[in-house]
């Protein structure tokens, strides 16, 4: 009888131990570097494919569609943006955060989520009206309604998508939405060609929600329980607050600049600092995207190993100060050939704006990682308290700067992002592992390494005067990347770095043993 108990006893011991198994990291502190690096390049991957799909897809659309039916989905998209802040209430951050997460937690979140996702489809939807009256058109009503469903889908896949994060499986997650993008853009595409008009744009971003939803769901292998009351949440709900707040006030601080420009400078003055920020921001969001959410586990991981914590911290915005730098400064440079390639002769006018905007953006990618440490550590309130200093600092630099136009808006931005990082710094930093030192520490050759670049590449301007824009830019890059690995050798220590960024290829194909 004690054998047959056993026996059955059995599958439920291993059921038990397989979904104990999703929670489990420890593992992935022996090969830390090696998935970084692969996650990060797993990442960039799926964001290069989803760029070149993304392009491809608004260039067909574009020809099948009318300005009138993407401005009609626009309208609501401005809404559902908004909403979406609310979408996950911080609680992925903290699922991949916490050192120690069991079934009844995430469960429990997951409840929590999708009883957010339904609230705020409801929320939406309950909107329409006042849509359809705001903008006067009353197909609104309808395209409302349609995309709040999407809301449902979403909260179904945050804690899914959350443990994928947490174990670092950044290959399968690129792979989804990679799929997931394609899917959407395939039905857009069928349902435009069938005459289905702005119900194409609708149903393109439904059919990406139900393809990444089904996909997450199948890779990640874990199924939700019930919930629990007493399941030990409660502080994964303080900390979630703290970033829906902090997503709050910076949502706010980062369209500021946008409201005062529109109603004091008017809507020429705003579309010229509007296409010269974007472009600017557009490389670095597909650098520093994968980098940083990468890193989040990471450090997560290690978060109780203070050494081992302030050198991969160290490492990472070495990696992610040695890219984005040199980028801005031959981006700054050539402003005026980006801005005709880009736009067209008739937005010169963007390019003073371009080359002032790149003065903040050339720290801004590594200083925003201050966040990255505070979340990382669990101390989102710090980062709240943070956010509403900052957020208020920048908001201040607006009102002063938009006196003198876009020109104004974007100096006044620069300023203040200088003056107030090291205090930032010191904030942020505090009782961390990691120190203002080893952020300067950090960024140190990057930024004397693109500085010296940017002096030389300026002095070749001239004698390219009469070239076109992509031989101008083209030899700039070749003269400026010469000149930036040029000093990066002669710096101590700047040589073992190259070979050790060089190595992180290596990390990307590992050997597979027999």
């Known amino acids: 009888m004690m054998e047959l108990t056993l026996k059955k006893e059995k599958p439920e011991s291993s059921s038990k131990q397989a979904v104990a198994d999703l929670f489990d990291t420890e593992y992935l502190k022996s090969d830390l570097r090696g998935r970084s690096i692969r996650g990060g390049a797993a990442t960039m991957s799926g964001q290069a494919v989803k760029f070149v799909i993304r392009m491809a897809s608004i260039a067909v659309l574009a020809r099948l569609l009318t300005p009138e039916e993407f401005g009609l989905v626009a309208m609501v998209t401005v809404v559902t943006e908004f909403i979406l802040m609310f979408k ?278 590594v200083s925003s990682t201050t966040g990255l440490v505070l979340l990382s550590l669990g101390r989102s309130g710090r980062l709240l308290k943070f956010g509403i200093f900052n957020s208020l600092f920048i908001v201040l630099s607006f009102v002063v700067g938009v006196r003198w136009g876009a020109i104004g808006v974007a100096a006044a931005y620069a300023v203040a992002n200088y003056v107030i990082l090291f205090p930032s710094l010191w904030y942020c930093f505090r009782l961390t592992p990691v120190s203002t030192a080893v952020f300067l520490h950090g960024i140190a050759r990057p930024t004397v390494a693109s500085l010296v670049m940017a002096s030389i590449v300026l002095l070749a301007q001239p004698f390219l005067v009469n070239q076109p824009n992509i031989a101008i830019i083209g030899i700039s890059f070749i003269i400026g990347l010469f000149a930036y690995l040029l000093v990066w050798t002669l710096m101590p220590g700047g040589l073992q770095t190259l070979r050790g960024f060089v190595d992180y290829i290596a990390l990307i194909f590992p050997k597979k043993h027999s």
């Open 88 to 365: 996950d209430m911080g609680l992925s951050t903290a699922t991949i955060q916490r050192a120690e997460v069991n079934h009844a937690q995430i469960s429990t979140l997951f409840w929590v989520n999708t009883a957010i996702g339904f609230v705020l489809s409801v929320l939406t939807a309950a909107l329409a009206p006042v849509i359809t009256w705001f903008y006067g058109d009353p197909r609104l009503t309808a395209v409302t309604v349609a995309l709040a469903t999407g809301l449902v889908l979403g909260g179904l896949t945050i804690q899914h998508e959350a443990l994928l994060k947490r174990k670092m499986r950044f290959g399968a997650l690129a792979v989804i939405d990679v799929i997931s993008m394609a899917t959407g853009v395939a039905t857009g595409i069928v349902l435009a060609l069938l005459k289905a008009g702005y119900w194409s744009l609708v149903f393109m971003q439904l059919s990406t929600s139900a393809t990444y939803a089904i996909g997450i769901w199948i890779v990640s292998g874990w199924r939700p329980g019930q919930p629990r009351l007493h399941s030990g949440i409660r502080p994964m709900l303080n900390f979630g607050w703290n970033i829906v707040g902090f997503r709050l006030v910076n949502y706010f601080a980062r369209y500021t600049d946008t409201i005062l420009l529109g109603r004091f400078r008017g809507a020429a003055v705003l579309g010229l600092y509007n296409r010269a920020h974007s472009i600017m921001m557009l490389p670095l969001s597909n650098i520093t995207w994968p980098i940083t959410t990468v890193a989040m586990p990471a450090l997560s991981r290690i978060q109780d190993d203070q050494r081992r914590y302030a050198s991969y911290y160290t490492k990472a915005i070495q990696f992610l100060s040695f890219i984005c730098m040199p980028l801005i400064v031959i981006l700054a440079v050539c402003s005026k050939s980006v801005i005709n390639i880009m736009l067209g002769s008739q937005w010169t006018g963007a390019s003073r704006i371009f080359q002032i905007l790149a003065i903040t953006a050339f720290i801004q990618p």
